[in-house]
């Protein structure tokens, strides 16, 4: 589709934006994480089948790091204790499973940088043009510093993230609620909003709450499963919406 087939996005009263894999290339670097640290796991625990990228985009993408770990090891029959976010890296336990993708994750991140899509860049640079406001939806606990390091935390005032869903116990995409505390917190009625996704759980949440528009980004997952995950339109990269 053309721009000119394409909702216009400066007519909705919001577009909330996911952050890994819809603004950044960081969906990337989390994969690389999670099946590095993984497919160690995995081998020394002797659990089978090994990890595959599939395991990415079903049990962990769009969903906060715990919740993640779990769903993952609860799909080869393997249940740990949950612990404590406080658990080194090291523990045996959900969050020290966690944890110990996050280091790998921060290294990387640190080493290699990372840059905003330039197609994601022209939309939001669109929408700050025609006075939308916007906001960043993630369920990534290093969203602040992944907006840092890409030089674009300035543009979004708000960023509901992992940090404060954790802090105010909301559940992980596909519940609704990160989206509609999003929206809270923008000012805007999801009804009259937009969100947009690159996760099939994250396209849940955003249909889950309500927006009048859902827009997925085919980095992977497959326009067919963001379709019928509630996505309204599919696109392969926002510079559609611009171009």
Known sequence: MTAAQLPDLTSYDGVLFD???VLTPTAEVHMHAWQTMFTELFTAWDITPPYSERDYFEYLDGKKRYDGVASLLRSRDVEVPWGDPS??????????????????????LRAEGIAPYPGSLALVDRLRAAGVPIAVVSSSKNAEEVLQVAGIR??????????????????????????????????VDPARSAAVEDAHSGVQSAAAAGFALVVGVDRGVGADVLLSSGAHVVVDDLSAFVS
């Open 87 to 108: 658990d080194p890296p090291s523990a045996d336990t959900v969050c020290g499973i966690g944890n110990r993708k996050n280091d790998v994750f921060s290294s990387v």
């Open 19 to 21: 952050l890994d894999g």
């Open 154 to 187: 300035d543009l979004f005032p708000v960023v509901m993230d992992g940090v404060i869903a954790e802090r105010e116990g909301l559940p992980s995409k596909p519940a609704p609620d990160v989206f509609a505390e999003g929206a809270r917190m923008l000012g």
